[in-house]
């Protein structure tokens, strides 16, 4: 049944035994107890808790933990827990043997149809026909072989074979490398998500996989919910609960109404405890999961039997099990296919643009089918003018009968000439290709590891050089996210710095500390500093931690406030969300009456304000005038400076008349303001420079904040995003939809194309504004070419934006679950920096596949061109089957790991970014291969037809069967493999640059693999005899060799100095796909745009692109979930009907 079926069926006798003594580990639950629990939903499951436990605190009681001081840290606890509850784990896939991917290796239809020519051969080697009539066959067996050597006749075979093996072993531990890196970089990403639980009273991080049940987890915005547990406590709690139930809703939670929280649910908004009562496979992900891993192993039997199963599901399940990307699915949840509030039909739309192809991957599909139709019909000729020519000179020239004795030497020359086809063939693909951009993006992940960058998608970091705008948050990304309070306005006075706290009157003070230190989360702390002289330490929300600085600057403390208001006595939370840009808390007074404090964004909060607090401490009017006036005087000052502005006010309820507290407009209104501060948030140092690089490098940066338009600017031209006198935009969020929208209110691509060009800043901007923005820049159609956009976000508000966009970063210390899970790169520390660091990788993969283009093309053309001209004139190729394959495979193989290592120099950030229609192969690259081209099949030629004469050997032209290896092909095979692995250095260059040896020794790899190979050529030259056809050469020989080999250096410089732009008559190859090409239906349907491909080359009978395929699949590793998210979870609510229909 497969080990997800297996895991989930260990833990079904346990409950059994549970019931026979139902407090195992004197443990009050049994496991099925709260595995049927949390079945339930709502006020069946509040009635449930209350007949079973009394209330939630029972369930504590009976699970022997503490709503407060959470579990002891006992070790032995935890474990024996572990041990009857299960561990917060769901085990993963069964990665593929070896084996496995051997069997798929050998898949690839060019090496079966090698297979098949190579056993014909050996079959017939081993025939020998009669004596006798050899002479009625006419000199096709005669010549120069003597027995010895007809018995050597298989080698040839046998040869290939060999190489066929090499291959696949090669391009077999290839994916198998590959697949194990995936599992490290998905185990990494596991391990780095982390959950606050409360142990022996302490706030601990802990990792997910880590949870236990009776755990108690704090649960607050942006989480991605990894256990199941029953709420505690909670303000405000909104959950999407989509990826589950697929209800796009936000489902309202609280203690006394709905208390269940799921696994794999977003936090949308508020905070809580609960405790969790289901971990790994018991949860509602963890059944779910073992539902599918069981459903995918039965759908793999059926297939087996060849019985067509209609559904969605069942394809969906295949595939997820052909999915090579591997993914240890530790607590995973399923994704929902939305961070945000977004409806279906957003979904449906929203899952485009991850199903295009990557910019590369449609170019080189295209490119690869060409490639592949030019070489099927090169070959198809070259067999065929070899048969007729033999089959004219023998049977019409010569007059002979065919006669029955000699039919299996014409055979075997006829597989001779099959053989010398499909070698045509073989040197025609480059299957180096696949491999070339494999190593590429493998390498240049592992190594953007270094460079603070995760990378979740592969096809993400070949994606980032082609970016052309980046849009970019402000706090934390260009700002340090250490924010302190730096000018404040309290009591009719503007303080430019912090005041004493004898100036201010002793109302005012106390009324301050107590609005901050209970109108903000309870986890948000500062902390002693780590090591002395250092700062101390800000945890929790930012903006918050800047005002509690404030109050010890104040010399007050705010811990003794909230030990007076515990967070379990807060009466309501309107906790903060990008729609309020406010938060407000209300608490219970005294004399029966309430007390609301609330914090915002200095504009929105003032409009609310009718009153203010004097110098003395008392109320004075607050008018639309007085507001105008502040806003001139106080806060554009402040904002000018660079400073966020936030209004702290409150307002006191009389006991007599409750008011409705979900009125909330009602409620936060005919506020008193208390003070508004001014926080600064220090640029980072180092992100000026990032900037201008990568305005140098054509990418335009634009910042999307939540931030009033006067802060955003100065901190904009503090980064040098804008520089005065140049002509550009700085909006704000309202302005900006009143621009894009027409009368009615929908957005108009032609007004939005008037408005993003010029833009640079948009403040006070929502999410919403943020993605409208991004989606624009994409859709558009205004510039020569689409733009590629790459957008940073941290907040659970941001998913959709991070995934509509090309490439979206996410920040890895401040970034929230659902940001992290939308995203396809993490950016580990946070920095801008970093980011241009992925542009420069991504560049450098682009390049990188470039060079072994024009290397590999340049091989390719010229020995097909010699096979072909070659087996036309001497009726056989030059270059021997087991040769070709030598020069195709090693020199494919070796070369993409040469050039696909080559590392990134800061060089790539001069250019422009190619953009998605910059074909792969551009004309400087097409007159290197070319031009080199000519040098060599010129050389290959003049020894083909006079090297006999020149180096005084004998001809190997027009040898018969079997003939030992002559000299003469010998020394033309050498002198080709010596031009190919000087061409190698050549290649390192694509845009004619002169020193090609420029950073050569900074890339060992490279230096390593070109001796390497030039050791091997000399092994094979020297003692490879009969089966590579080759006879040892003499040292002069050899020279001879190596001194036309370096004539490719030379000849290099000749055609560096030919200028590209006088040679009009050169094409381009390898554009992306036109526009007319990729029809909306196309696109909506990622996978046929894939067959689509794979029909053509069907016609030509070779699926190269197979492998292509196959490493864009694992090249995905996580699009494993994507295909969960799109493809499963739809379905997932009918999986889920057991558990949410009453039982």
């Not at 346990?14 to 006020?43: I, S």
């Not at 309020?580 to 004399?591: A, Y």
Request: aromatic share 6%; hydrophobic share 40%; glycine share 8%.
């Amino acid at each position: 049944m497969g080990d997800m079926a297996n895991s989930s069926i260990e833990f079904h006798p346990k409950p059994q035994q549970q019931r026979e003594m139902p407090h195992v580990g004197g443990f009050g639950c049994t496991l099925a107890e709260l595995r049927n629990l949390m079945e339930l939903r709502g006020a069946e499951a509040l009635q449930k808790i209350q007949e079973a436990y009394g209330d939630v605190s029972g369930l504590c009681r009976r699970l022997k933990t503490s709503p407060t001081e959470g579990l002891a840290d006992n070790t032995n606890d935890l474990e024996k827990r572990r041990q009857i509850y299960g561990q917060n784990f769901i085990p993963p896939k069964q990665p593929k043997t070896f084996l496995q991917l051997v069997w798929e290796a050998l898949q690839d239809v060019t090496l079966i149809i090698l297979e098949v020519a190579a056993i014909v051969s050996l079959g017939l080697s081993f025939y020998a026909p009669p004596g006798e009539e050899s002479e009625a066959c006419g000199n096709v067996s005669g010549g120069a072989e003597d027995e010895g050597e007809a018995e050597a006749g298989w080698i040839e075979g046998a040869a290939i074979l060999l190489s066929v093996i090499c291959v696949v072993l090669v391009t077999a531990f290839n994916d198998w490398s590959k697949e194990k890196q995936f599992r490290g970089l998905q185990s990494r990403i596991e391990q780095e998500q982390k959950f606050t639980v409360i142990r022996n009273g302490q706030l601990l991080q802990v990792p997910v996989a880590a949870l236990v049940v009776g755990d108690i987890a704090q649960v607050k915005y942006g989480d991605l919910l990894p256990a199941d547990g029953v709420l505690i406590q909670g303000n405000d709690l909104k959950i999407d609960e989509s990826s589950l139930t697929g209800e796009s809703d936000h489902v309202r939670k609280s203690a006394d109404k709905d208390p269940m929280l799921l696994s794999g649910t977003h936090v949308m908004e508020g905070s809580g405890r609960m405790v969790v009562t289901a971990v790994g496979v018991n949860s509602q992900t963890g059944i779910i999961f073992t539902l599918l891993g069981a459903g995918g192993e039965e759908e793999e039997k059926k297939d087996k039997k060849g019985k067509q199963q209609d559904g969605a599901m069942d394809s969906s399940q295949t595939r997820a099990k052909k999915q090579d990307g591997a993914v240890a699915m530790e607590m995973q949840p399923l994704k929902s296919a939305e961070g945000g509030e977004m409806e279906e039909r957003e979904k449906k739309k929203a899952n485009v643009p991850k199903k295009e192809k990557s910019v590369l991957q449609g170019k080189l599909t295209k490119l690869a089918v060409q490639i592949g139709k030019a070489g099927l019909v090169m070959s198809a000729i070259t067999v065929i003018i070899l048969v007729l020519y033999f089959v004219i000179e023998t049977f019409v020239v010569d007059g002979r009968v065919w006669l029955a004795e000699c039919t299996p030497v014409y055979v075997q020359y006829f597989v001779k000439f099959f053989i010398i086809g499909v070698t045509v063939l073989v040197v025609a693909v480059p299957e180096g290709l696949p491999l070339a951009v494999t190593i590429s993006l493998a390498y240049s992940v592992k190594k953007m590891m270094k460079d603070n960058n995760l990378v979740r998608h592969l096809d993400a970091c070949e994606t980032m050089g082609n970016a052309t705008a980046i849009c970019s948050d402000k706090t934390g990304t260009l700002t340090t996210n250490r924010m302190t309070v730096v000018q404040s306005y309290l009591g009719d006075t503007h303080y430019k710095e912090i005041p004493a706290p004898s100036a201010l009157t002793p109302k005012i003070l106390d009324l301050l500390v107590h609005a901050i230190s209970i109108n903000s989360a309870y986890t948000t702390k500062i902390l002693p500093p780590e090591k002395e002289g250092a700062l101390p330490r800000q945890v929790g929300n930012k903006t918050e931690c800047a005002l509690l600085g404030f109050v010890l600057d104040l010399k007050r403390d705010f811990q003794p406030v909230r030990e007076q208001i515990p967070e379990d006595k807060l009466y309501k939370v309107y906790t903060f969300n990008s729609v309020r840009k406010s938060m407000s808390t209300v608490i219970r007074m005294p004399d029966g009456g309430f007390r609301l404090f609330s914090k915002g964004a200095s504009e929105i909060l003032l409009k609310k304000c009718t009153n203010i607090l004097n110098s003395n401490g008392e109320l004075r009017g607050f008018r639309p005038r007085d507001r105008d006036d502040m806003v001139k005087k106080i806060i554009e000052p402040m904002a000018c400076d660079g400073l966020r502005t936030i209004c702290i006010a409150y307002r006191d309820f009389s006991a007599i008349q409750e008011p409705d507290w979900d009125n909330e407009n009602e409620v936060v209104g005919e506020l008193t303001c208390i003070a508004v501060v001014g926080i600064e948030d220090p640029v980072r140092p180092e992100v000026p420079e990032a900037i201008r690089k990568c305005q140098r490098a054509g990418i335009t940066v634009r910042m999307v904040t939540g931030d009033n338009i006067n802060t955003a600017r100065a901190i904009a031209a503090k980064c040098g995003i804008i520089h005065p006198g140049e002509d550009f935009l700085c909006l704000e969020g309202k302005e900006f939809n009143r621009r894009i929208r027409n009368e009615k209110g929908e957005i108009e691509q032609e007004r939005l194309d008037k408005v993003w060009p010029k833009l640079r800043v948009l403040a006070r901007s929502s999410p919403t504004d943020k993605h409208t923005l991004v989606k624009g820049i994409i859709d558009s159609t205004t510039g020569e070419q689409r733009q590629v956009v790459a957008v940073t976000g941290d907040g659970t508000n941001d998913g959709p934006a991070l995934k509509k966009a090309d490439v979206g970063f996410a920040m890895g210390i401040a970034g929230t679950d659902v940001a992290k899970e939308a995203s396809d790169i993490i950016l580990t520390d946070d920095n801008f920096t970093s980011i241009v660091k992925a542009v420069m990788w991504g560049r450098n993969v682009y390049d990188s596949i470039s060079k072994f283009l024009q290397f590999q093309l340049t091989v390719n053309v010229v020995a097909v061109i010699v096979a072909f001209t070659g087996a036309c004139i001497t009726q056989d190729s030059p270059l021997k089957a087991v040769q070709m394959l030598w020069v195709n495979l090693i020199m494919d193989t070796f070369a993409s790991l040469a050039l696909a290592t080559e590392p990134p120099t800061e060089s790539l950030l001069l250019r422009k970014p190619y953009g998605r229609d910059k074909p792969l192969i551009s004309r400087t690259m097409m007159k290197n291969i070319l031009g080199h081209a000519v040098y060599q099949l010129t050389i290959i030629f003049t020894l083909l037809f006079v090297g006999e004469l020149f180096f005084d050997i004998d001809s190997g032209r027009n040898a018969p069967l079997h003939s030992p290896p002559s000299e003469h092909y010998t020394i033309i095979f050498n002198t080709f493999v010596m031009m190919q692995l000087f061409n190698e250095i050549n290649a390192r260059k694509i845009h004619g640059e002169r020193n090609v040896f420029d950073g050569i020794f900074s890339n060992p790899i490279f230096c390593t693999i070109v001796l390497g190979t030039f050791g091997i050529q000399i092994v094979i030259v020297q003692f490879g005899g009969k089966p590579f056809s080759c006879s040892p050469l003499s040292t002069e020989q050899w020279l001879w060799c190596l001194f036309v080999g370096v004539g490719e250096l030379v000849w290099g410089q000749v055609i560096a100095t030919i200028p590209t732009s006088q040679l009009k008559c050169l094409k381009e190859a390898g554009h992306g796909p036109g526009k007319d090409e990729m029809t909306d239906e196309e696109l909506a349907e990622g996978e046929e745009e894939i067959d689509h491909a794979e029909r053509e080359l069907r016609r030509g009978q070779i699926l190269w692109f197979r492998g292509l395929n196959r490493i864009q699949t694992q090249a995905t590793g996580p699009r494993f979930l994507d295909l969960v998210d799109h493809k499963i979870a739809p379905r997932i609510s009918e999986a889920c009907t057991p558990f949410s229909v009453a039982k």
